[in-house]
């Protein structure tokens, strides 16, 4: 089945610095990349999402790079707000209907005011 | 639009012991998800209804979890006896699913979830 990993488990940044989480995966057949952030006591939100057809995704101070033929994709949260501070979770699903989503580890994110 | 209720938000029990939690979808999504969100883990699917039937159950340990989701809304998720190690968060999540391929209406929308401690 599908295997994700991601990398930092950790992360701390200066408010206003940039942050980058990044993730691999195993099945070359997966096709949707969706990004949750989960704040304390709360269930995953979706932030953002990317469909292997596109190679990089912008949503305001948001954006998720794909590299399919290295089976990668990265978050990447630029002019970072004490907000931003959460756990953050990177998913694949083999399915086009993304069900089936496999988890990454999460990365413990804190901006530092 | 309402959310995703899922109860209790927190539940202490004893090894052996059963327990049920219980979800809510957002009103007219066809396809609910459990999983089980161990510390420090990001979540692992559990189980997937399609309306009142089962589509994915393979990583449900059948021996001691059963979940149900009788007229296609509510859903509960039982454990029964319980150890140690399902002492977790229990998320409960649903999707539109029109069945077609369109992304936006299978975004899938979670829960608060349900701590567990098995003591």
């Known amino acids: 089945g599908e295997n994700v990993e991601q990398h930092p488990s950790t992360l701390s940044v200066q408010e206003g610095d940039s942050a980058v989480i990044k993730c691999t995966y195993s099945d070359s057949a997966s096709n949707y990349f969706p990004w949750y952030k989960q704040e304390l006591g709360k269930g995953p939100q979706l932030i953002i999402d990317?469909?292997?057809?596109?190679g990089e995704k912008k949503d305001q101070r948001i954006a998720v790079t794909l590299n399919k033929t290295a089976k990668h994709f990265s978050l990447h949260i630029t002019e970072t707000q004490p907000e931003d501070s959460a756990v953050y979770f990177c998913?694949?699903?083999?399915?086009?209907?993304?069900?089936?989503?496999?988890f990454g580890s999460g990365t413990q994110l804190t901006v530092l005011p | 639009e309402a959310g995703v209720a899922q109860s209790p938000r927190y539940k202490i029990i004893e090894k052996r012991q059963s327990v049920a939690f219980w979800c809510n979808p957002i009103s007219g999504h066809a396809t609910l998800y459990w999983y089980q969100q161990i510390l420090g883990q990001g979540p692992k699917l559990l189980i997937q209804?399609?309306?009142?039937?089962?589509?994915?159950d393979s990583q449900l340990p059948k021996d001691r979890f059963s979940a149900e989701r009788l007229k296609g809304v509510d859903s509960t998720l039982k454990i029964q006896p319980a150890k140690l190690e399902d002492s977790a968060v229990y998320l409960c999540?649903?999707?539109?699913?029109?069945?077609?391929?369109?992304?936006?209406?299978?975004?899938?929308?979670f829960g608060a979830g349900t701590r567990l401690s098995v003591l």
């Open positions: 999540a649903s999707s539109l699913d029109t069945g077609l391929l369109d992304l936006a209406k299978n975004i899938q929308y």
């Open positions: 990317i469909r292997s057809n596109v």
């Open positions: 998913a694949a699903s083999v399915r086009p209907s993304a069900r089936q989503l496999t």
């Open positions: 209804f399609q309306n009142n039937g089962v589509v994915d």
